[in-house]
């Protein structure tokens, strides 16, 4: 049974930093594509960030370019989303979700599996 199971979500003032991880289980982590979503009340699930199963090719959302940054760590099962210069458009439920045999992708549907999600509260 897979599992991927997100921590490190929080309430926040704008220009802080959190730093979510998300530990995988279940499935061939070190084959799998790992991706961020997250989403906002009212909105639709959006891309956050992907990285491949080596780490060699990673995508960020426009919105977050230069303040987030995606790793894993096959050797731990587990990929981390490191958040910069929190805005409060940043806030939303974020959730890791896991891509078998496919490439890195911002498109939701391509993830098999997805974790329950963490909050994040960004304040002005």
């Known amino acids: 049974q897979v599992q991927l199971v997100e921590s490190g979500g929080g309430l926040v003032q704008a220009g802080d930093s959190l730093r979510l991880s998300c530990a995988a289980s279940?499935?061939?982590?070190?084959?799998?594509?790992m991706g961020w979503f997250r989403q906002a009340p009212g909105r639709d699930r959006e891309s956050v960030a992907g990285?491949?199963?080596?780490?060699?090719?990673?995508f960020y959302a426009d919105s977050v370019k230069g303040r987030f940054t995606i790793s894993r760590d096959n050797s731990k099962n587990m990929v981390s989303l490191q958040m910069n210069s929190l805005k409060t458009e940043d806030t939303a439920i974020y959730y890791c979700?896991?891509?078998?045999?496919?490439?890195?992708?911002?498109?939701?549907?391509?993830?098999?599996?997805w974790g329950q999600g963490t909050q994040v509260t960004v304040s002005s």
């Open positions: 979700a896991a891509s078998i045999g496919r490439g890195v992708s911002a498109n939701s549907a391509l993830y098999a599996y």
């Open positions: 990285i491949s199963w080596g780490g060699s090719n990673i």
């Open positions: 279940g499935l061939s982590f070190s084959n799998a594509v």
